[in-house]
Nanobody, 115 residues
Framework: QAQPVESGGGLVQAGGSLRLSCAASRSIFSINTIGWYRQAPGKQRELVARIIGGRTNYAESVKGRFTISRDNAKNTVDLQMNSLKPEDTAVYYC??????????WGQGTQVTVSS
């Protein structure tokens, strides 16, 4: 079973920016919903942002700071993260919902924001 592959995590100071990229497991045009989740230590995995058809939605905590976008030429879904806060520290996962209960997760990429 193919999985998406994340890249772009790292360590950044509060107020800084990072850009995550998810290389989709197959053509992004064939994936119902694709997006980013995150999981901080001791917390449940939560939705950050996703693309459903041509629409995007975001968690309230990242609205105005994060932008999700699709690069059709590269077959990736990117997450631009600006004005990062220490509470954004987490492992970020790419998620693909192919429909009919078939879901793929990437291995995750660590994002650490220092204060």
């Amino acid at each position: 079973q193919a999985q998406p592959v994340e890249s772009g995590g790292g360590l950044v100071q509060a107020g800084g920016s990072l850009r995550l990229s998810c290389a989709a497991s197959r053509s992004i045009f064939s994936i119902n919903t694709i997006g980013w989740y995150r999981q901080a230590p001791g917390k449940q995995r939560e939705l950050v942002a996703r693309i459903i058809g041509g629409r995007t939605n975001y968690a309230e905590s990242v609205k105005g700071r994060f932008t999700i976008s699709r690069d059709n030429a590269k077959n990736t879904v990117d997450l631009q993260m600006n004005s990062l806060k220490p509470e954004d520290t987490a492992v970020y996962y790419c998620n693909e919902d192919h429909g009919l209960g078939y879901i793929s997760w990437g291995q995750g990429t660590q994002v650490t924001v220092s204060s």
